[in-house]
């Protein structure tokens, strides 16, 4: 494999310096039922459908809606500058950083979450899984939104405020192409933040840098308005942040409760 222009030396070191950093946590971990990390996919809808029906809520898509609207006129200037100062060793980061958001991180995920059922280290399986859920579960959102808010992408138009152009049509095909909210941000944030939950440290938030430079190249390709992406990447640590409390508050109260069964009696024992 001929590396151009070392493309992937740094992702490959990101990856390389990651494991090392969960690794030892392995020979603390015990065996627990994996069957918890596939029943979360649906066990987690109702509560999830609960939070979005909250008043909350609503004033969440108000405030994103409110937020978009008011800094969309600055979409089209943020554009230029990026435009600008998209060029030499600035540009060959980005383009690096590119591979982590998209369908091309689907695999990579997966692969991760698969890697994480051949230890013993529970947190690992954990931390892994609930990336996963969160990149179907924020992706599946990003795609509903897109659909409802079919706005045109900077490549078609110079209009920042051109939504609801695509509405109803495939957001992904070539008739539909709708840019709002970017789904790169959604994945490439939303796959990280449970990480950073699970292992929170310098290295792990340092690992935000890379939604970041995946972001800003869509940003200067001229497939996603700064809008696009500010709510992408709302969207997905919004994601991972509520189901990493949740799995983590979950996985808690199974430390705590011990149920004991015997052939006469059964007793449980709780740990304060």
Do not use: C
């Amino acid at each position: 494999m001929k590396f151009e222009n070392h493309r992937y030396t740094a992702p490959l070191g990101l990856l390389l310096g990651f494991f090392l950093l969960i690794l030892p946590d392995a020979s603390l971990a015990q065996e627990a039922g994996r069957a918890r990390l596939f029943q979360r996919f649906y066990e987690d809808l109702g509560p999830l459908a609960q939070q979005t029906v909250q008043p909350r809520t609503g004033l969440y898509v108000l405030g994103g809606a409110g937020l978009t609207a008011g800094l969309a006129w600055l979409d089209d200037d943020i554009q230029d500058g990026m435009h600008d100062i998209y060029t030499g060793a600035f540009k060959d980061a980005l383009e690096t950083a590119d591979y982590f958001g998209g369908p091309r991180i689907n695999l990579p995920v997966v692969l991760v979450a698969g890697g994480s059922l051949l230890t013993n280290n529970t947190k690992f399986q954990d931390a892994a899984f609930t990336s996963l859920q969160t990149l179907v579960y924020a992706g599946l959102l990003g795609y509903v939104l897109k659909g409802i808010f079919g706005r045109d992408r900077p490549e078609n138009t110079d209009d920042p405020y051109a939504f609801f152009a695509t509405t109803g049509k495939n957001p992904f095909s070539h008739e539909g192409n709708s840019s709002y909210p970017s789904g790169h941000a959604i994945s490439s944030f939303g796959i990280i933040t449970p990480w950073v939950y699970y292992y929170p440290s310098v290295f792990t938030y340092g690992l935000y840098l890379i939604p970041t430079g995946t972001t800003l190249n869509r940003l200067a390709k001229d497939k996603h308005w700064a809008t696009d992406i500010v709510i992408g990447a709302a969207i997905g640590v919004a994601m991972g942040r509520w189901l990493s409390i949740r799995h983590q508050d979950r996985q808690h109260l199974a430390q705590r409760l011990d149920l004991n069964v015997g052939p006469q009696s059964i007793g449980v024992r709780v740990q304060f």
